[in-house]
């Protein structure tokens, strides 16, 4: 049974701040968009509000994480408390005044999301001198190390931070001699490195104080890096009076993050805008608490997460489609989760891909039936170069792909282009452009100072603006058929995965210069369910060649026909991915995100032999459907 979108449906309570907005027209078909209500004032630095919280709420915890034990598995939560932050970022600032680091010589954090790193974070940030937290997947996952050595040699960083030796080959293989190593526990073989008891022993002195005083809106917190496709990652300045910026319009667009101070639940990686400039700057900005999830949205890791919402409430909650999706199907079975995480939350919200209408229509059932209403599920637009948070959804009735309007004080230049309309962005909370990288930020703007992002956009209602957008895929991901028909990538990558839930974690849409259009997908874990037969530790390449799961898709291929009404629509061929993305070649973020144009730059033979007939196990629609 789905639960139907209906206009009657009841919700908890949750006031939006953004319902109207002002539309101008301007030259040549484009418009500008804006809220209604002005950018309120708000804090020029984010240390005020680690300071003024600090003092008004000391015991309160700031940050919590499970110990790690020895085995590997996690036990009770360790707190660090708003005060106790306080003290060891002014500790940790004094170690790192002392050895001369600024924004030429900034920290680097290589490790997970922890309280450490977000010790160091909040060091680095009291006294002025810019981190880049860098992604854990270049370190421990990747084999080249190549991404990690372009990340650190675009920063030449005068610190590198890392937790332990797990980093160790990484660190040996791109971190030079002459930069000093801090290890929050263990050692190095053949390397001089600090622990990290040495600077939270650091006393403060006047320096710290001095130095804090002396940032400002336009001084650098910290460096994010772009995920990188066809190209190498850039880093992504940004400011206090940015992040700050972006965090008062948060409160504004979503004003149930001024009602009660919030709490998190998280996994997201801070190393990526939507963890760490999101949901640590709202902890920050709103005087918050984070429980560190050290869970994720897959198989093995997923029930750390849940084993986390059955013991802490939210009052928000934050993931991405696949943990929306385990956590949906979780519940139906799982009375203690279902009571915990249902109790006092107000806001799902996801980000970095399409929700499937299934998995919504499922989430609303549950809730439901165990509290007599609907969570409203928040979504928007946004990028690192935003802070992130850009756009945002008007009222509790939404859909697959809606994004709303802009928060205040930011502007939309919406611009027709190659037949979409690109969504550009002008405000405080934007980026000033990227670090040591000239071109790409002089590149990155259009003549009137709005950031291209490549986004593409519609209107809910063409008859009513105040509804806002609704997303229309990556510009840059779009492209022709032989034909010259344009396909429009993101609403069709949408509908095959809808169809495909819960087997079906992304597609690839392909057919560049081609007579038709095809599907690459990549399945979840539970394509297993559909070949039982098969032992579970079967290759994945077996499970998707059986007759079951070819079977089962072929059913995918043949629903999705009917809807097409041109080649450019028409799923004409599809096809099971065995391999899965490539952390090294850019193919997934760590959100799990797919790159569509690295996994086609990277796979083109594949893509060459699927439409050329010479791929085995291609799947085509029946004649009946075709």
């Excluded at 009052?315 to 943990?323: I, L, M, S």
């Excluded at 077996?542 to 041109?566: I, M, R």
Aim: proline fraction near 7%; charged fraction near 20%; charge should be neutral.
């Amino acid at each position: 049974m789905r639960a139907p979108q209906s206009a009657h449906a009841r919700y908890r309570p949750l006031r939006f701040g953004v319902t109207r907005a002002i539309l101008r027209e301007g030259a040549n078909g484009v418009r500008y968009l804006r809220a209604e209500q002005p950018l309120e004032d708000h804090a020029r630095r984010m240390t005020d509000r680690l300071v003024h919280l600090a003092e008004k709420q000391p015991d309160r915890i700031f940050m919590a994480r499970r110990k790690r034990n020895a085995d590997g598995s996690t036990g009770d939560w360790q707190t660090v408390t708003w005060r106790e932050a306080l003290e060891r970022a002014r500790s940790i600032g004094q170690a790192l005044l002392d050895r001369g680091l600024n924004a030429e010589r900034p920290v680097a954090i290589l490790g997970e999301n922890s309280l450490e790193h977000a010790l160091v974070a909040l060091g680095a940030l009291y006294v002025g001198i810019p981190h880049c937290p860098v992604s854990p997947a270049y370190s421990l996952v990747s084999q080249d190390f190549d991404k990690l050595r372009h990340v650190l040699t675009t920063l030449t960083p005068g610190l590198v931070f890392a937790p332990d030796a797990r980093y160790a080959r990484a660190v040996q293989a791109a971190v030079g001699q002459d930069v000093e190593v801090v290890l929050g526990e263990g050692r190095i073989e053949g390397r001089e490195t600090t622990p990290l008891a040495s600077l939270l022993s650091t006393q403060p002195t006047p320096a710290v104080e001095a130095a804090m005083q002396a940032t400002g809106p336009d001084t650098i917190v910290k460096f994010l890096f772009t995920s990188g496709s066809t190209k190498l990652p850039k880093a992504v300045i940004n400011t206090h009076a940015m992040w700050c910026a972006n965090q008062q319009q948060m409160r504004q667009s979503m004003p149930v993050l001024a009602e009660e101070p919030p709490v998190l639940v998280d996994w997201l990686p801070w190393n990526h805008t939507f963890g760490g400039n999101h949901n640590v700057g709202l902890t920050i900005y709103n005087g918050g608490t984070l429980y560190i999830d050290d869970g994720k949205p897959t198989p093995a890791l997923v029930q750390e997460t849940l084993r986390n919402l059955r013991e802490i409430a939210p009052t928000v909650y934050f993931n991405v489609p696949t943990g929306f999706e385990a956590i949906a199907h979780a519940m139906q079975s799982d009375a203690v989760l279902r009571k915990k995480l249902l109790s006092r939350v107000r806001m799902f919200f996801y980000a970095g891909a399409a929700l499937a209408q299934p998995i919504w229509d499922l989430l609303h059932e549950v809730q439901e039936a165990e509290i007599g209403e609907r969570i409203v599920m928040g979504t928007g637009l946004g990028m690192t170069e935003s802070s992130p948070f850009a756009v945002f959804i008007t009222n509790p009735e939404v859909k697959s792909g809606y994004l709303g309007l802009p928060t205040p004080g930011m502007e939309l230049k919406l611009v027709p282009l190659e037949g979409k309309t690109e969504i550009r962005y002008k405000g405080p909370n934007v980026t000033p452009g990227y670090w040591r990288n000239p071109e790409a930020s002089q590149d990155c703007f259009d003549e009137e100072g709005f950031f291209r992002t490549g986004d593409a956009v519609l209107w809910i209602d063409e008859a009513n603006p105040h509804l806002g957008l609704k997303f229309d895929g990556r510009i840059a991901e779009d492209f022709k058929l032989a034909t010259g028909t344009f396909v429009s990538v993101g609403p069709l990558r949408a509908k095959i995965i809808a169809a495909g839930a819960p087997y079906t974690q992304d597609a690839v849409i392909t057919g560049l210069n081609r007579n038709e259009v095809g599907a690459l997908l990549f399945p979840t874990q539970k394509i297993r369910q559909l070949a039982p037969h098969l032992p579970a530790d079967a290759p994945l390449k077996e499970v998707l060649e059986s007759a079951a799961v070819q079977d089962h898709f072929q059913g995918v291929v043949d629903a999705l026909a009917p809807g097409g009404t041109g080649s450019a629509n028409r799923v004409a061929r599809l096809h099971l991915m065995h391999e899965p993305p490539s952390i090294d070649k850019g193919e997934v973020t760590d959100k799990g995100s797919i790159n569509q144009r690295a996994v086609l730059k990277h796979r083109d033979a594949l893509v060459q032999a699927f439409h050329d007939e010479r791929l085995p196990f291609t799947l085509k629609p029946t004649k009946e459907n075709a």
